[in-house]
């Protein structure tokens, strides 16, 4: 099956730091991957479609220079969160769509939760 | 903007008792995905429903999408305490190649 891995689980750091988190799709190649953010007991927001080869389409109300996206090969995707502060912390996952999961629907990586001191 | 209402947000039942979640939706999708998620970790897909009208039964698990595909439903038959988690219903729109998530349900099953 399709397996996407995400990395790190978890993360602190201190204010004004920058965090890169990333996705990797293991044993296909995702041409889309989607970064979300998630607070606890609610649903997931989508904030980035990432694309590869080409620049991440943003949802509205996003900064794309504060949540910077490259996705520079078929199975890595990389969000960086810039300049993090305390409002920033979050869960944040990734899917991927492609391969086997493209109709079927899109693999989840395990989540980052992000902690801003 | 595609919007999907998902309904109760919370709930809170015995083990053994039956359940139904719901996910509302003014908008068509292609198909519509169930999800479901442990704390501390990524949602996990439960099932794809493409026709509208079909059923699908994953064990005491029940899915249905509607005729018109705005909207399916969640059936639990005999909870158990492992199904505790948060469910979330995904709309796919695959011309949008994006997939749009309900509100989720927090559903607790006590022993």
């Known amino acids: 099956g399709a397996v996407v891995s995400q990395h790190p689980s978890r993360v602190i750091c201190k204010s004004g730091t920058s965090v890169k988190i990333e996705c990797r799709s293991l044993d296909f190649q995702a041409t889309t991957m989607f970064w979300y953010r998630q607070f606890p007991k609610q649903s997931l927001m989508l904030m980035a479609t990432?694309?590869?080869?080409?620049?991440?389409?943003?949802e509205q109300g996003v900064e794309k220079d504060k949540f910077l996206i490259n996705h520079a090969s078929l199975t890595l995707s990389t969000l960086t969160v810039t300049s993090a502060h305390p409002e920033d912390s979050s869960f944040y996952i990734c899917s991927a769509r492609g391969g086997t999961a493209r109709r079927n629907g899109y693999t989840f990586g395990s989540g980052t939760r992000l902690t801003v001191v | 903007t595609q919007l999907l209402e998902q309904s109760p947000q919370f709930l809170s039942i015995q083990e053994g008792e039956n359940l139904t979640v719901y996910c509302n939706s003014s908008s068509v999708f292609s198909s519509l995905q169930w999800y479901r998620q442990e704390p501390g970790e990524g949602p996990v897909l439960l099932v794809t429903?493409?026709?509208?009208?079909e059923v699908k039964k994953l064990k005491r698990l029940t899915f249905q999408f509607g005729d018109a595909r705005k909207d399916s439903s969640l059936h639990i038959t005999a909870a158990q305490t492992g199904d505790t988690g948060l469910y979330l219903c995904a709309g796919v729109n695959t011309n949008a190649g994006k997939s749009t998530f309900g509100d989720g349900t927090t559903l607790t099953v006590k022993p």
């Open positions: 990432s694309n590869e080869g080409s620049k991440a389409t943003y």
């Open positions: 429903v493409v026709t509208g009208g």
